[in-house]
């Protein structure tokens, strides 16, 4: 039973071999005949004249659908396909662009490809640089009975690349937020900038040194119908009106030993005309690590007479 089949099977074996290849490389002809469709993303990379920017991402991204034979789609099953679009010199503004084979390389006309959605804008300027300040942006509050009193920044003047358009709507560029929160001692910190529509490219640099110099809170203190002295004068003279209010600044420890009598309110009546009425600036005196906020009223008028006063 055996034989009977080995020599069934070696009987016209080299026939029935070639049988056997000639199906095969029908089959695989068949198979490589037959229409498919694929779809793909194509990368569009675009490419701007010298001296021209585009806004948005240099590359973007397109659906397609291809259709062809299966030997002819065989490469296509794992790859992106690459477009090259080159922006003509000379034109700025929203252009418009219909994406086709013609922007693939090398590209085989006998895969049919339809692109959806095939239309591409992009918006074209002129590059330009400019300098601009750069400015911090503080979040949250220091301590209780502490204050920012200096803000230092180095650098304080970067260089920012991009499209003209956007660059005229720029005026200065903004750190990233710094948290100072509950801080109760002067601090420096390392920040990066933030530069909206502007690319990290286009700045000259991209981080700033922001030291920041605390000290106590300061507040206000009024202190009502302090008397005008007139000084200077040889002569008797009356002032109006006779007292002013002043308001001081310092921190809460100075202020709460300051009193009435340590302030002092004066015009200085020095080359006065008499018998005439002048009009002079109400000066002050102030203790030692006060600042002087307001004087009301700030004028006075002095009345000098011609008769001299009894030393």
């Known amino acids: 039973m055996r034989r009977r089949y080995s020599e069934y099977i070696l009987k016209n074996f080299q026939y029935k071999l070639a049988a056997l290849v000639l199906s095969c490389l ?3 002809i068949v198979q490589g005949e037959e229409i498919l469709e694929m779809n793909v993303r194509i990368a569009v990379k675009i490419r701007t004249p010298e001296g021209y920017l585009i806004k948005g991402p240099d590359t973007r991204f397109k659906d397609a659908t291809l259709r ?3 030997v002819l789609l065989g490469d296509f099953s794992t790859k992106t396909l690459d477009a090259t679009l080159r922006l003509p010199d000379g034109k700025t503004g929203q252009l418009r662009f219909r994406i086709d084979k013609e922007y693939l390389k090398n590209w085989d006309n006998r895969i049919k490809l339809t ?3 095939p239309y591409l804008s992009v918006f074209v300027d002129t590059k330009e640089s400019k300098k601009v300040p750069v400015r ?3 979040k949250g509050v220091p301590a209780d009975g502490f204050i920012i009193e200096k803000t230092l920044i180095k650098p304080n003047i970067v260089t920012i690349t991009g499209l003209k358009s956007e660059l005229s709507k720029i005026d200065e560029i903004l750190t990233e ?3 100072v929160d509950g801080i109760s001692s002067s601090k420096t910190y390392d920040v990066k900038l933030i530069a909206k529509d502007i690319p990290k490219s286009g700045l000259s640099i991209d981080k700033v040194n922001v030291s ?3 000290g106590e809170k300061k507040i206000n203190k009024k202190f009502e119908n302090i008397q005008i002295e007139v000084v200077g004068s040889d002569y ?4 109006k009106p006779k007292f002013v209010s002043i308001v001081i600044q310092g921190t809460p420890g100075i202020l709460s030993f300051v009193s009435k009598a340590d302030l002092e309110a004066f015009v200085d009546a020095r080359d006065l005309e008499p018998q005439k009425k002048h009009q002079k600036q109400v000066q002050v005196k102030i203790p ?3 600042v002087l906020i307001e004087t009301f009223p700030q004028n006075a008028t002095v009345d000098i007479y011609s008769q001299k006063r009894l030393n």
């Open 26 to 28: 029908f089959w695989y």
């Open 68 to 70: 062809a034979s299966r």
């Open 115 to 117: 692109v959806h959605d």
């Open 136 to 138: 911090e942006y503080i």
């Open 177 to 179: 937020p710094i948290d």
């Open 212 to 214: 920041l110099a605390l």
């Open 236 to 239: 008797v003279s009356v002032v």
């Open 288 to 290: 030692k690590e006060t």
